[in-house]
């Protein structure tokens, strides 16, 4: 009975490391990044160091990327490795409640819908459980045989724990940020824009549930004054009917003026509506104070991401759905790779 709870324990010790090696990666990486390119860091989705001087910031993240690694590596560490990694778990664990107390404010004073816990709690879960680990010296992992048995017993917990990492990602992204709506962030007076992504229409040209719901989300952004402009991105339908010249029509029904609509006929994907809202933007006189990024809460995660390979850092506005899609779970699920894909895509844009 021991015997078996030790066994789990240490599956657990090393499914939490190969959980912790994957994530020390995620932010070395997204440091780098946003170091080469001096664009959006994405290791927004996770902490906020906005307001430290940019070195301060891509030294602390490499700090707690190095710490993660050799966690998730080495089996066994030195008391140098104990109080380094205390010390920074410790900072990003304290700035972390930081963000959730700025978070809880905002949504307090109403310039954040308050629908759940933040994301920034389940991360400082996550700090506080590897502090603790950190301070314990993980006695449950502190021997390791090189026998074949175990070698295979230690990689899949690592495996494990790394699946289990890319996998609650996206899904903890999608569950949080994708359902936030950030309309609020926008001020009278205030010339901005909304991209509204395509998603479907049917042969005979009725735009479907998802395009619908997306499309007057974006005119009710319009009608309540948070965007002046609306840029309606979509590609060919099976039809005769473009996927743009649907939404363009609900827009016009809706009383939207044709002079504030403009169409992306190109935006026939995620990726192309980001590059092509870039060119639009670059292309105007002046650039609108802030861009509004509207789709279903499963795809906004990766629309952050498309933008912000292009230099655009967008507020996202999840579309109201007037009933729930059909399909929705499996989308959710196609999202999981397509964050990934995204993420990795941005990594060689840059």
């Known amino acids: 009975m021991n015997a078996g709870k030790h066994s789990v324990a240490k599956f ?8 912790a090696f994957c994530f020390g990666i995620f932010v070395a990486i ?3 990044v946003a170091w080469r390119d001096a664009g959006v860091d994405s290791n927004l989705w996770w902490i906020d160091l906005r307001v430290l001087p940019a070195p301060v910031r891509w030294i602390s993240e490499c700090a707690m990327a190095g710490v993660l690694v050799q966690f998730g590596l080495k089996p066994r560490f030195g008391r140098a490795f104990r109080m380094f990694g205390l010390v920074v778990t410790g900072s990003f664990a304290l700035w972390v409640v930081r963000d959730t107390l700025v978070v809880l404010l905002l949504m307090s004073e109403g310039r954040l819908p308050a629908w759940n816990v933040p994301l920034s709690v389940f991360v400082l879960f996550c700090l ?34 790394a699946g289990i990492f890319l996998a609650l990602v996206p899904i903890g992204v999608m569950a949080t940020f994708g359902r936030t709506d950030y309309r609020i962030a926008s001020s009278q007076g205030e010339q ?8 479907g229409v049917q042969r005979d040209g009725t735009p479907s549930l998802a395009l619908s719901d997306r499309t007057m989300t974006g005119v009710d952004l319009y009608k309540e004054g948070v965007a002046s402009m609306l840029f309606l991105s979509g590609g060919p339908g099976p039809g005769a009917t473009h996927e743009t010249q649907a939404m363009r029509k609900l827009a016009l029904d809706a009383g939207v003026p044709a002079s504030d609509i403009f169409l992306d006929p190109e935006g026939v994907s995620t990726w192309a509506t980001a590059r092509n809202t870039s060119k639009y933007v670059e292309a105007r006189t002046k650039a609108p104070s802030k861009i509004f990024a509207v789709s279903h809460g499963y795809h906004l995660p990766r629309v952050e991401l498309a933008f912000q390979s292009y230099g655009l850092d967008v507020l996202t506005v999840p579309a109201t759905e007037t009933r729930p899609l059909a399909r ?23």
């Open 328 to 350: 929705r779970h499996y989308y959710a699920l196609r999202e999981v790779a397509g964050f990934w894909a995204y993420w990795a895509r941005r990594l060689i844009a840059s």
């Open 30 to 32: 997204n440091a780098l």
């Open 12 to 19: 657990a010790s090393w499914g939490f490391r190969g959980a």
């Open 128 to 161: 506080v459980l590897l502090g603790v680990v950190i301070a314990k010296g993980d006695s449950a992992s502190s021997s390791t045989s090189r026998e074949g048995p175990q070698l295979l017993f230690v990689a899949t917990g690592f495996s494990t724990g």
């Open 192 to 199: 901005n824009l909304a991209v509204v992504l395509g998603a």
